[in-house]
């Protein structure tokens, strides 16, 4: 037997877990429930372990291995098998999701005690886990989308978990909706697949793809690009990155489980593995490029001015991700995997962190009412430092190596364009998370006098040093400038490989048919002659640490040295309201998209459905009964009139039967 | 030799006698006496064909019609006493039952 049958087991645990808790989780009291939630996850993370000590071994050149449970749908020449794929690009996915999953799981034990509610809060938590394990795992678009939809799912009920709360459903349903507005998009892209390859299995359509998709041609940029948009869906960029702000109205462990760690890194993870595709479509890559790029800086400004200690890491995330696709779109998939990995790890301490604090201060949200906490969360205040740092980008934190891999690539196969969106992001990043820190922790005491702000217990804290410590080391999977220490490339570099010459001389042949001679000699040149510069690199390391550094000392300057600086420089300008508001786009949006559509639907309702659809029931339920009303007079109740009918139509009969016709 | 004719106007006219007293009449009894009429109509018709045709089945049929008759008569007068007592009247225009 093949370690490849275990696949299945990875989301069988968390589903077992979400069914028992879900339908029993009432009758089996919260202890039962916390050992059925928390076992599901760390079973899972354990056979993903053991998957992964079975692909160690696997033979290079060799296809990787892929388990297929069954036919799903077969249909003329449409063939969809339910199957995992176990590669190197799944298996780095499986291993965060299981690990940083397993990791909140135990810390919600912890910050979900006093809920009611806890069996729910965790039946939704384990489904999301499978949700998201068959996003990752699936081998064909179609398995991909059940989980892309299920984590979509999962988000809309843990959003929406603190349901007597209208804004909590409100951004629930924002959540839903958006996404579906890049789910139909993705939906388009498969179809788009469907219809150039006549199929959608991950394995084949990354095969076929240099031999049938032409460079640079419609159906590659559409195809592409339709990916994209579904990818800024579930990921929060620009446009659609709206919801994960508000999303931040969930409980604290799932913001840092979904909204940060995993679900909306789905979308890089959907590009990454798509990048055989992407490839083909600069177009769509510049796209990427520029909306990475923007989102990563945009977001940055808007966190500088937020209040809410977890709406400045929701648009943090939005801006991390921004850096994330910014590397897809110059081709370094491995970087956006890298800081994917790293980010879920400090990211995920920081929001557990901020969950700490919030627990502490009794559900306090406000860094204006925190301010010196340090002293009342030692443990908590050192992990989110060390977490900040790593966000930062300071050696030898994890953020460093994988932010400056971008960084790098951003300059050497993109221009300079996404190196200074990035580097100037990478300064605002540093200001606003320092801000956050010196605010939350350092500083003069605004708590609320009768607020008695205490540690968080062990199960809470013991979470956040494990992923401190990962977001310390986390680094080391990619080291730079020495060759063949980049762990995490050579590990990915199976899956994303791809061979730009092959593909560039069978696009020109395929155009050669169609009676089009294009030479792409130029693009080939042109890719084959960026040098890796290591003296560039280690300027770049250096000028940006040195960015990074200049960022936490603004924020010192600003909020420990000098802290009614601020204040005072921003009062008053628009340029400052304008940021605070997040740039008015959920106005615009609400006046250009949300109220046009709400007032065509009270339309449909009044007029189309009231009037039409209403109307024309009711009124062929009032006619019937108008005729029945006829017909019912015949019956009198008197036997003789029966007679009489009988007798009168009797003679019509014989009258009838004797006229010639 | 009297000719079928007569007896089949005879039998219609008396048929038709019968089908406007069920038509017309009000008490019960009457409307009962009525359908015997009709019945015994039809008899007449049926004999003078069985004579005309000298075929003899036309006599077993009207024994038939007889019996049904006097089946009907025991189990149609059961009904109208049990009606009387139920509504202490005969008339059939007082008795509607038959609607919903």
Same mark, same amino acid.
């Given at each position: ?10 989301? =069988? ?121 068959? &996003? ?51 939906? &388009? ?50 446009? =659609?990155?709206?919801? =994960? ?37 600069? =177009? ?328 039409? %659809? ?8 009032? %006619? ?38 | 030799? /009297? ?5 089949? !106007? ?31 109509? /039809? ?16 006599? !077993? ?11 009907? /008569?025991? /189990? ?25």
């Amino acid at each position: 037997m093949s370690f490849v049958n275990l696949a299945f087991l990875v989301p =069988l645990f968390p589903l077992i877990g979400s069914i028992i808790n879900g339908f029993f989780g009432l009758k089996i009291g919260k202890d039962r429930v916390s050992w059925v939630a928390c076992t599901g996850p760390v079973l899972s993370f354990i056979v993903t372990l053991v998957l992964f000590a079975g692909t160690l071994f696997h033979t290079a050149g060799t296809p990787y291995p892929e388990q297929s449970l069954f036919t799903w749908i077969s249909a003329g020449n449409f063939h969809v098998d339910f199957g995992f794929q176990i590669d190197p690009l799944s298996l780095v996915m499986m291993m965060v999701v299981t690990g940083v999953g397993s990791i909140i799981h135990i810390y919600s034990i912890g910050y979900m005690h006093e809920e009611y509610s806890y069996y729910r809060y965790f039946a939704y938590l384990n489904l999301f886990l499978f949700s998201m394990l068959l &996003l990752v795992m699936g081998n064909n678009f179609l398995v991909m989308f059940i989980g892309w939809e299920g984590v979509g799912v999962c988000s809309y009920f843990l959003i929406g978990y603190y349901f007597e709360k209208k804004s909590a459903c409100d951004a629930g349903v924002k959540a839903f909706v958006v996404n579906r507005v890049g789910d139909f998009a993705f939906l &388009l892209g498969i179809f788009g697949i469907f219809k150039m390859f006549g199929t959608i299995d991950f394995t084949e359509v990354m095969l076929a793809a240099p031999t049938t998709l032409i460079y640079n041609s419609e159906a590659a940029t559409l195809i592409t690009l339709a990916l994209f948009v579904g990818a800024t869906g579930k990921s929060a960029q620009i446009p =659609l990155y709206t919801w =994960l702000p508000d999303a931040m109205e969930g409980p604290t462990p799932v913001s840092a489980l979904i909204h940060a760690a995993t679900m909306v890194t789905a979308g890089v993870y959907m590009v990454v593995r798509c990048s055989a595709l992407f490839n083909l479509a600069p =177009l769509t890559m510049m796209i990427i490029a520029l909306v990475g790029g923007g989102t990563a800086l945009f977001a940055a400004t808007i966190g500088c001015t937020q209040w809410d200690i977890k709406r400045v890491l929701a648009y943090s995330t939005v801006s991390q991700i921004g850096y994330m696709f910014l590397a897809c779109g110059v081709g370094a998939y491995t970087a956006a995997i890298f800081h994917l990995v790293t980010h879920a790890f400090f990211k995920a301490c920081l929001f557990l962190g901020s969950g700490s604090v919030i627990h502490g201060m009794h559900h306090e949200q406000d860094i204006r009412k925190m301010g010196g906490l340090k002293d009342h969360f030692p443990i908590t205040y050192v992990t989110f430092l060390v977490s900040t740092i790593a966000i930062a980008g300071i050696f030898p934190f994890s953020g460093f190596f994988s932010k400056d891999e971008i960084l790098y690539h951003a300059l050497m196969d993109g221009n300079v364009i996404y190196w200074g969106m990035g580097i100037s992001g990478a300064f605002i990043t540093a200001f606003y998370m320092f801000r956050l820190v010196f605010l939350t922790f350092h500083g003069p005491s605004n708590v609320d006098p009768h607020v008695h702000p205490h540690e968080s217990p062990k199960v809470m804290t013991l979470p956040l040093i494990i992923l401190a410590f990962l977001a310390l080391t986390g680094g080391l999977l990619g080291i730079p400038l020495i060759h063949g220490w980049h762990i995490l490339h050579n590990w990915l570099e199976p899956v994303l490989a791809f061979d730009l010459e092959t593909a560039l001389h069978a696009s020109e042949r395929m155009l050669a048919e169609h009676g089009h001679h294009t030479s792409f000699a130029e693009v080939l040149h042109k890719a084959q002659h960026t040098s890796h510069n290591i003296w560039l690199e280690i300027t770049l390391m250096v000028f940006s640490v040195g960015v990074a550094l200049a960022g936490i000392a603004t924020a010192w300057f600003f909020y420990i040295k000098r802290p009614e600086l601020p204040g005072k420089l921003v009062k008053g300008q628009w340029g400052f309201n304008l940021v605070e508001n997040k740039y008015y786009v959920d106005e615009l949006y609400d006046e250009t998209i949300v109220k046009p559509i709400v007032k065509g639907s009270d339309m449909l309702w009044k007029q189309a459905d009231v009037r039409g %659809v209403d109307g024309a029931v009711n009124g062929v339920a009032w %006619v019937i009964s108008f005729l029945s009303k006829i017909a019912s007079s015949f019956q009198s109740g008197f036997v003789r009139n029966y007679a009489l009918i009988m007798v009168v139509g009797f003679i019509f009969l014989m009258i009838v039967s004797q006229m010639e016709f | 030799m /009297v000719p079928l004719s007569h007896y089949l !106007i005879l039998s219609a006219t008396l048929f038709s006698i019968g089908v406007l007293g069920v038509l017309i009449r009000r008490n019960a009894i009457v409307v009962f006496m009525c359908v015997e009429i009709m019945l015994n109509a /039809v008899n007449i018709s049926l004999i003078a064909f069985d004579r005309y045709l000298n075929q003899h089945d036309g006599q !077993i049929f009207s024994f038939m019609v007889m019996c049904v008759a006097a089946a009907e /008569v025991s /189990v149609g007068l059961a009904i109208v006493i049990s009606l009387f007592r139920n509504k202490a009247t005969v008339n059939l225009d007082e008795l509607n039952l038959m609607k919903w």
